[in-house]
């Protein structure tokens, strides 16, 4: 299929008039001057703006199925993501027992290993645990947490760390330098989050190779004046990508744009943090062993603790656009290429031979049109 479009994002920036070829659910070409090969359907695209496909890096559920049930549920993910117009994403375990982590991280290579389908891409798990602090657990399942240990994690994995895209843990916790030290030689990124590590702390871990903190603000300590916490060092160490919640409920509009200002579109990452309430009704639902409430856009443990999000990533670019007011460029790229480029991938997210499909339609307004794929 060559699709010509009058408006495109790219990844980086918006181009006009420009053609892009689509075959066997990849960008295979990319250009203004591209021909139609003998044979090839055309799709015109007058009006509107053409994306690349959504990358989200934290999602642990959808449509009724969590990652934690295994290699089924991961497809089911997978297939439903990629009509929601996700190119790829990191399906995200929650705390819980090895073997059951094991079951997780094994569906995850399952799918890695033959992608689903019409699905998105599987870029390999984000393991929100289990090297978290007690004090900021959120919706984790304390009993589970251990300080940072690699014979530990790669039991957990098989013994293989290479499935393991991203890896979230406290890094005041008892070994952690020699963990994120490790972890960043085995190729495996580290996120700091669901911790109650004070700023100093933080520039530590960045020092010993972290490079992403997850929902920035939430499961953290707070910014004070005197005492900045995760959030103060995360939006001033230029070294660290920071996640952030767009639903209206996990961050005032204010802080983020305060995120937005602060990071810039190149490291500030819009996640979803879905459970498997997200596409579905309002309910009771679950997250990690533990009721979850859905009433509306909020997803609460019986406590009142928010557990997770009902947050779609198509959703999620429109509320950077007319709820927090950020620009267009801006909010694509939180939405595509930063996701992406936070995991360390340079294909998703962009217009770019090699970038899976589906593409992203999107009206003039910036609402979500529909996706593009053969």
């Given at each position: 299929?060559?699709?010509?479009?009058?408006?495109?994002?790219?990844?980086?920036?918006?181009?006009?008039?420009?053609?892009?070829?689509?075959?066997?659910?990849?960008?295979?070409?990319?250009?203004?001057?591209?021909?139609?090969?003998?044979?090839?359907?055309?799709?015109?695209?007058?009006?509107?703006?053409?994306?690349?496909?959504l990358v989200d890096v934290h999602i642990h559920a959808f449509m009724g199925m969590d990652t934690m049930q295994g290699e089924e549920a991961v497809r089911h993910m997978s297939a439903c993501l990629f009509e929601q117009g996700v190119a790829a994403f990191c399906p995200t375990t929650m705390s819980a027992s090895e073997a059951d982590t094991l079951r997780a991280v094994e569906g995850i290579r399952a799918v890695m290993a033959k992608p689903q389908k019409r699905g998105a891409e599987v870029l390999g798990a984000h393991m929100e645990a289990p090297f978290l602090n007690e004090e900021k657990a959120g919706a984790q399942r304390k009993e589970f947490f251990a300080d940072p240990d690699w014979a530990a994690?790669?039991?957990?994995?098989?013994?293989?760390?290479?499935?393991?895209?991203?890896?979230?843990?406290?890094?005041?916790?008892?070994?952690?330098?020699?963990?994120?030290?490790?972890?960043?030689?085995?190729?495996?990124?580290?996120?700091?989050?669901?911790?109650?590590?004070?700023?100093?702390?933080?520039?530590?871990?960045?020092?010993?190779?972290?490079?992403?903190?997850?929902?920035?603000?939430?499961?953290?300590?707070?910014?004070?004046?005197?005492?900045?916490?995760?959030?103060?060092?995360?939006?001033?160490?230029?070294?660290?990508?920071?996640?952030?919640?767009?639903?209206?409920?996990?961050?005032?509009?204010?802080?983020?744009?305060?995120?937005?200002?602060?990071?810039?579109?190149?490291?500030?990452?819009?996640?979803?943090?879905?459970?498997?309430?997200?596409?579905?009704?309002?309910?009771?639902?679950?997250?990690?062993?533990?009721?979850?409430?859905?009433?509306?856009?909020?997803?609460?443990?019986?406590?009142?603790?928010?557990?997770?999000?009902?947050?779609?990533?198509?959703?999620?670019?429109?509320?950077?656009?007319?709820?927090?007011?950020?620009?267009?460029?801006?909010?694509?790229?939180?939405?595509?290429?930063?996701?992406?480029?936070?995991?360390?991938?340079?294909?998703?997210?962009?217009?770019?031979?090699?970038?899976?499909?589906?593409?992203?339609?999107?009206?003039?307004?910036?609402?979500?049109?529909?996706?593009?794929?053969?």
């Amino acid at each position: 299929m060559l699709i010509q479009a009058a408006k495109c994002f790219t990844g980086e920036t918006f181009e006009e008039v420009l053609r892009v070829r689509l075959e066997n659910g990849r960008v295979t070409g990319v250009g203004r001057e591209l021909t139609a090969q003998p044979g090839e359907r055309i799709k015109e695209l007058k009006d509107g703006w053409l994306l690349p496909g959504l990358v989200d890096v934290h999602i642990h559920a959808f449509m009724g199925m969590d990652t934690m049930q295994g290699e089924e549920a991961v497809r089911h993910m997978s297939a439903c993501l990629f009509e929601q117009g996700v190119a790829a994403f990191c399906p995200t375990t929650m705390s819980a027992s090895e073997a059951d982590t094991l079951r997780a991280v094994e569906g995850i290579r399952a799918v890695m290993a033959k992608p689903q389908k019409r699905g998105a891409e599987v870029l390999g798990a984000h393991m929100e645990a289990p090297f978290l602090n007690e004090e900021k657990a959120g919706a984790q399942r304390k009993e589970f947490f251990a300080d940072p240990d690699w014979a530990a994690f790669e039991r957990m994995t098989g013994g293989h760390p290479e499935a393991v895209k991203l890896i979230t843990m406290a890094p005041e916790r008892a070994g952690s330098e020699a963990f994120i030290r490790r972890a960043r030689a085995a190729g495996v990124r580290v996120s700091i989050g669901h911790t109650a590590a004070d700023a100093e702390t933080v520039h530590l871990a960045a020092d010993w190779g972290a490079d992403h903190v997850t929902h920035t603000f939430n499961a953290m300590t707070s910014l004070s004046h005197r005492m900045p916490g995760v959030p103060g060092a995360a939006l001033t160490d230029d070294r660290l990508y920071c996640e952030m919640i767009c639903d209206g409920v996990h961050l005032h509009r204010d802080t983020v744009r305060l995120i937005a200002r602060s990071k810039g579109s190149k490291k500030a990452v819009a996640i979803t943090d879905a459970m498997e309430a997200a596409g579905l009704s309002d309910g009771v639902y679950a997250l990690g062993g533990q009721r979850v409430n859905v009433r509306g856009a909020e997803a609460r443990l019986d406590d009142g603790t928010l557990a997770g999000s009902v947050l779609t990533l198509r959703r999620a670019l429109e509320n950077l656009i007319h709820l927090f007011d950020i620009g267009p460029a801006d909010a694509c790229r939180m939405c595509t290429s930063t996701p992406a480029a936070s995991v360390g991938d340079s294909r998703c997210g962009r217009l770019t031979p090699g970038s899976p499909a589906p593409l992203t339609w999107w009206t003039e307004d910036w609402r979500f049109g529909g996706i593009i794929a053969e």
